[in-house]
């Protein structure tokens, strides 16, 4: 167990849907990372935050946003879902600055209908 | 921006053989290459990691090598055992980019009793 949760653990909606996705980092990491496996693109960054803050923004489409609240965690908001989204959403925390060790939670599997 | 190039896609070993894994990547600026096992709908969990200033790296059965020059580094696991049968995921990240992960396209190990 890595100490990073996310909920739910899966996840089945339709087209046109949207969906939040939650991820609460290990007690005392402030950077939390987003990445999407899917099985053709394997796994790709998506966004991160750090205390509150967006720091760095990967292959994230439009209709996905993120946030990270004063509590640290963090949720991730897909819209106007594809059946292309369909995929495995990780979330990853370190504790930030210098430190670069990444652990991660057990992810959601989204699947669009 | 960072492209990790892994290989081989597949890796077929005979219980007790060795096994390697080998990436490149193409930022000379990254200096943080950890390598994270995955099974099958599982998160990804950190095996071992080497950063720049280290050309190996060590832990009982597992091993990574490191070389800046050429811009790649290697996995090698001995001793293979079933239980290692896994998707190996190496990956590269530098801290001015916030530490952001960039994956290799991952290696699926199969160890053959």
């Known amino acids: 167990d890595s100490g990073v949760t996310q909920t739910p653990k899966h996840l089945i909606t339709a087209t046109g849907q949207r969906v939040t996705l939650r991820c609460s980092p290990r007690?005392?990491?402030?950077?939390v990372y987003w990445y999407q496996q899917s099985l053709d693109q394997g796994l790709q960054f998506l966004i991160q935050?750090?205390?509150?803050?967006?720091?760095a923004k990967g292959n994230i489409l439009e209709r996905f946003s993120a946030q990270q609240f004063p509590d640290l965690h963090s949720e991730l908001n897909l819209s106007s879902l594809e059946l292309g989204d369909s995929a495995l959403y990780f979330c990853?925390?370190?504790?930030?600055?210098?430190?670069?060790?990444?652990?991660f939670g057990p992810g959601t599997r989204l699947t669009v209908l | 921006g960072e492209n990790v190039e892994q290989h081989p896609s597949t890796l077929s070993v005979q219980e007790g053989d060795s096994a390697v894994i080998k990436c490149t990547y193409s930022?000379?600026?990254?200096?943080?290459f950890p390598w994270y096992k995955q099974e099958l709908g599982k998160r990804p969990q950190l095996i071992i990691d080497?950063?720049?200033?280290?050309g190996e790296k060590k832990d009982q059965r597992i091993a990574v090598t490191l070389n800046k020059t050429a811009k790649h580094f290697s996995l090698h696991i001995t001793e293979t055992q079933p239980e290692d049968s896994a998707v190996y995921f190496c990956?590269?990240?530098?801290?001015?980019?916030?530490?952001?992960?960039?994956f290799g396209g991952g290696t699926r190990v199969l160890v053959k009793p």
């Open positions: 930022d000379s600026a990254s200096n943080y």
């Open positions: 990956a590269a990240s530098r801290k001015a980019a916030g530490n952001k992960l960039t």
């Open positions: 080497i950063r720049s200033n280290v």
């Open positions: 990853a925390s370190t504790l930030g600055g210098s430190t670069d060790t990444q652990y």
């Open positions: 935050y750090y205390n509150g803050e967006e720091r």
């Open positions: 007690s005392g990491d402030l950077s």
